[in-house]
Every structure is written in C-alpha cells, then in structure tokens.
C-alpha cells in the first residue's frame, strides 16, 4: 500500500470522513442513494486524479467537491431520461457555490435521526446506521447479523426507497418529538450492541465487533448533542459492560457468571470513563431507562468485599419498570430479589411471567437456580433441560449443562 | 408531499359514533383547513353498503361486501398536504379514529 499514496491518502480520508461527507451529500442532494452513488464516483475519480498529480491539500474537501459535481452529472442525466426539468434548474442554481472543508456542515445528527426513524422496520433501522453511518459495507453487516449480502442489500434498498417515497425527513427533530426520536437512535444502537454481545466471540470470529461499533456510535450522538443525560446514560452502560469482556469467557470459550470473574481482566479505563459519565448524566437530574441501567452495571462492576448490592440492585429495576413494563424486566427484578437472599419473593415474581417467557432461555435458566437453592430438585433439573434446550449459541448451554451436573452432585454427595 | 390518511376502524370496537364523536372530526377538519393542509376528506357509509366490482373475461361482476375480509374497515379519509413524514405523522395521529383502530398514511404518486 505504501507505495500508491493516492490510495493511502483516500483511504485515511474515507475512514476518518465517510459518514460526514456522506452526510454532507444527502443534505444537499436529499436523497441517499444518489448520495451514495455519487460518493462512490468520486472515490473512483479521486485515484485516478490524486495518482496523476498527488493527493490534494485536503482531501475531504475535494471529494466533497467532485461528489457534488457527480450528483449533478447523475441528476441531469435522469433529468434528460426522465425529463425532471424542475430538479436540474434547481440544482443549476446552486452549481455555482465553491465548496470549501469549512462548508462541510456536520450533518451526520440529522442523518442518524433519519436511519432510526419509526417508520422504518426495526432491523433496517440498524443495517441503515451501520451503513450510512458506520460505514460498514453491506457484506460486512450481512455477515455480522447472518444474513446473506444479496437479502440485506435489498433491504438497504428498500429502506432507501423508503425513505424517498414517504417523505422521511432529514431533519434533527423538534422539541415535541426528540424524547420519542432520541429513544427510537439510542435503542438502535444498544441493539446494535447487544448483537454483538450475545454472541460468543470464539464461535464467529468472522463477524465485525458490533459492541466497539455501537460505543462509536454512541460516543459520536454524544459528541454531537453534548450534556444529553440519557445520551451519557446510554454510552457508560455500554462502557460499564463492555469494560467486563475479557473476562466474560474463560480459555475454553465457556461463560463466566460476573461474580467469578476475574476482575483484573476488566478494562479499567473504560470501567472509570463509564462510571465517570454516569455520574455527569446522573448530575443532571433528567432521570431515564438508560442511566438506570447504567446505574444497574456500574453496581455490578463496583462491588465491594460485601459482595453486589442486589438491594440497591432490586430497587434501579422496580424504577426501571415505571419506563418499561415488560416481562424482561421482571425477570431481572425477580433476579435481584433471589440475589438479595428473598428465594420465595423471586420464584413469585417469576410466577407472574411465567406466560409471557415460556419460551425464554434465561427464564427458565433464572427459575432453575432459585428452584435448586430453594431445594426443590426435580424442579429445577426440568427447568435446567427446558433452558438448555432453548439456548441459543454453545457457550450458554455448554453453562447450563455444568451448572445441572453441579446441582446433581450436590444432590447426590 | 400529499399522503392519503386512510382510517381503518373495527365497528365492533369503535366507540359510540354519536355526537361527540362528530364533533371531534369537525374540529380536526377545521383545523386542518386553517393550517392549510386539508385537500379533501370524507367520511364512508359502513361496509354493509358496500358493493365491490370487478370485471372478468369482460363481464363485469358485482359483489355485496367489502374486498377484503379484515375485521378493521375503511372508514374514512383525509388527503393532506405536508412538508414531509413527521408533519403528516402529528396530523395523523390527532384523528380521532386512531385511538381505537389505524391510521395508514400512504404519500400520493405524483406523474411528471
């Protein structure tokens, strides 16, 4: 590589500047995949120019620049196909403005708001962010969620067009939609992270670390809305849990619960930056479900020699359920409470999702271990095969079947 | 942009559409009309007047009912005309139809 510096320099150019100069584009163009188009063109064009005469000055500026004019050249040719007249007089109007780094405008917030829009399907809502806005390749994104390249290129596609026909603004929303908007970006990203988290990184070292791309993610709405507390709130729960993953398996790939984790494996610089942040979101006393949680994993990863505070614990998810009712929640809640020593209280509470998480694997993981503490034997071993057989990836039900033997030979000795 | 708000409501679950149901509409329409976005909007006889009409092998069919076999009917509309989705979203959810079955947006083709 080092001897093409045209190809060095628009690289180091695209991976620092793409999803801005993405960004500046759709702004101008008001349509994504023109954009795209048109970025792509002037990537191509950059080689053969920079190999000609050198890498410019700035590079970003000059891609902008030449992706702009290729736009244009794209949008007169579909206005002479199709004769949309009307485009290409308003586009001729503008043709005139230089453009300078200075001008590139960061647009990306707007970009994010318009990836994450509720309009769009859950999951295109994440491929659409990975892509646009992290610059991930559609094979990348394919691989990372097993999907073949062809189905999540047509999805990228159809939520392309999407957004074209219905109108989806490229807009930062205004005040009586941000809390909505801003809920619909920040969950995106945390199931981007959460993809990433469930799965073993021994067993699919192919895919691309979703968990680091989320936290980019993350840092970037952070860095874009400053002293947002749920913005803050989300990123030191992503760091609070991400800090922990090298300890999360063990040399066989096997999964260790928290508290038999080697904690000099946790990443202590993104240990302190997460506890840091919660506590600066926390100061700003605009409470939300995300620094609730975040709440939740810095008690997880600051227990003293006392052991977790699960009291403490018990009480962020009765809070927690105020924003979110769901089962899933419960199921937590009633964790915390059978850690917090109260077996009865936990199983009861399990009671009450029974319905709703019969088919859910760490349900029926959860009910096993309080059932096994609380001796009810029989019970939980048929809760033990239950989880095992819902597991969804080796490394939970490799844990699940040593946690069953475990129980049995308590039992027997 | 144009969308067309198509309302889909179940008659079984709809409340009584008495008069305050009607008045409701009215008031929404007359907004509608003041922000300058109302092109048109009618409210739909129920399904049991409704005759569907097709034409095969060039005969023309006619049948008693509605197309589809769906609990929620069509039961009205509004074409609008907004800046973009989100404007066209906050308009849609102020029809009272949309607290108890579902607003369709759908953005109008437009032929150069």
């Known amino acids: 590589m080092s001897d093409d510096p045209a190809r060095a320099a628009l690289e180091a150019a695209l991976r620092a500047d793409r999803g801005r100069l993405l960004a500046a584009l759709i702004a101008r163009t008001g349509d994504f995949q023109l954009a795209e188009d048109a970025l792509q063109d002037a990537t191509e064009a950059a080689l053969v120019h920079w190999r000609r005469s050198g890498p410019p000055v700035s590079p970003q500026g000059w891609i902008l620049r030449v992706g702009w004019r290729k736009a244009l050249d794209r949008l007169r040719r579909r206005a002479r196909d199709q004769r949309h007249l009307e485009a290409e007089t308003v586009l001729a109007a503008e043709e005139g403005a230089e453009m300078t780094p200075e001008d590139i405008a960061d647009d990306r917030l707007r970009l994010i708001f318009t990836c994450c829009h509720p309009a769009l399907e859950p999951k295109s809502r994440i491929a659409l962010t990975l892509r646009t806005i992290g610059g991930l390749t559609t094979a990348e994104i394919a691989r990372a969620f097993l999907d073949s390249e062809t189905a999540m290129g047509q999805r990228l596609s159809r939520a392309k067009a999407k957004i074209a026909t219905a109108g989806i603004p490229f807009a930062i929303p205004g005040p009586e939609l941000w809390a909505e908007r801003l809920g619909s970006v920040l969950a995106v990203i945390y199931l981007i992270f959460n993809e990433g988290y469930s799965v073993g990184r021994h067993e699919a070292p192919v895919r691309t670390d979703l968990c680091e791309e989320a936290i980019f993610l993350a840092r970037l709405v952070d860095v874009l809305r400053p002293g947002d507390a749920e913005i803050e709130g989300l990123l030191a729960l992503l760091l609070l849990t991400h800090c922990r993953r090298c300890a999360r398996h063990d040399a066989a790939g096997q999964l260790v619960p928290l508290q038999d984790q080697d904690t000099n494996l946790w990443d202590a610089d993104q240990r302190q930056e997460g506890l ?131 129980l049995r030979e308590r039992w027997a000795s | 942009m144009q969308y067309m708000a198509l309302i889909y409501t179940d008659p079984a679950k709809a409340p009584e559409m008495g008069e305050k149901m009607n008045g409701e509409y009215f008031e929404l329409t007359k907004r509608m009309r003041e922000a300058g976005v109302m092109r048109a909007g009618d409210a739909l006889h129920p399904v049991s007047s409704a005759t569907s009409v097709r034409v095969r092998g060039g005969k023309v069919e006619t049948m008693d009912g509605p197309f589809a076999e769906t609990k929620e009917h069509l039961g009205g509309y509004y074409l609008i005309d907004c800046a973009d989705l989100d404007e066209a979203i906050k308009w849609a959810a102020q029809i009272p139809g949309a607290q108890f079955g579902t607003v369709e947006l759908r953005p109008v083709v437009v032929f150069r």
Do not use: M
């Open chain 1, 276 to 406: 840091d942040l919660l506590d600066r979101a926390i100061a700003r006393s605009a409470p939300g479900p995300f620094q609730i949680k975040a709440a939740i994993a810095a008690l997880h990863v600051t227990a003293g020699p006392a052991g977790t505070d699960w009291l403490q614990i018990t009480a962020l998810y009765r809070a927690l359920l105020r924003y979110e009712p769901t089962a899933v929640v419960r199921l937590n809640l009633a964790v915390a409470i059978g850690e917090a020593g109260d077996l009865t209280g936990a199983l009861a509470e399990l009671g009450a999702v029974s319905e709703d998480l019969t088919d859910y694997q760490p349900y029926h993981a959860a009910r096993a271990e309080f059932l096994g503490r609380a001796g009810r034997l029989d019970e939980s071993i048929a809760s033990y095969d239950r989880a095992i057989t819902l597991a969804t990836n080796s490394a939970d039900a490799e844990f699940l079947c040593n946690r069953r033997e475990k």
